[in-house]
C-alpha cells in the first residue's frame, strides 16, 4: 500500500484528504447519535401516562367458587 501511495501522488493526496474529512466528521456524527438517544428517551418517558399512575401494586385475583366446582 505504501508503494502505492509513494507512486501515485494523486492517491496519496485523495487518502489524506479522507482521512482529515473523518477526523472532522467525528464530533458530528458523536451528537447525531447522543441526540437520537436523548429523543428516543423522551418518547419513552412520553409514553407513560404519569396522571394515572397506580400508588400500590394491584391486588391478586380472587379464585371464584364457581370455577371450583365441577358441573354434574
Known amino acids: 500500500m ?3 501511495l ?3 501522488n ?3 493526496r485523495v487518502v489524506e484528504r479522507l482521512e482529515r474529512t473523518s ?4 464530533p458530528l456524527l458523536l451528537y447525531v447519535a447522543m441526540s437520537l438517544v436523548v ?3 423522551m418518547c419513552v418517558c ?4 404519569w396522571r394515572h ?11 371464584s367458587s364457581a ?3 365441577s358441573a354434574k
Open 2 to 4: 505504501r508503494r502505492l
Open 6 to 8: 509513494s507512486e501515485d
Open 10 to 12: 494523486y492517491l496519496g
Open 23 to 26: 477526523r472532522a466528521m467525528n
Open 39 to 41: 429523543l428516543n428517551l
Open 46 to 49: 412520553n409514553l407513560i401516562d
Open 53 to 63: 399512575l397506580p400508588q400500590s401494586p394491584p391486588d391478586p385475583p380472587v379464585a
Open 67 to 69: 370455577t371450583s366446582v
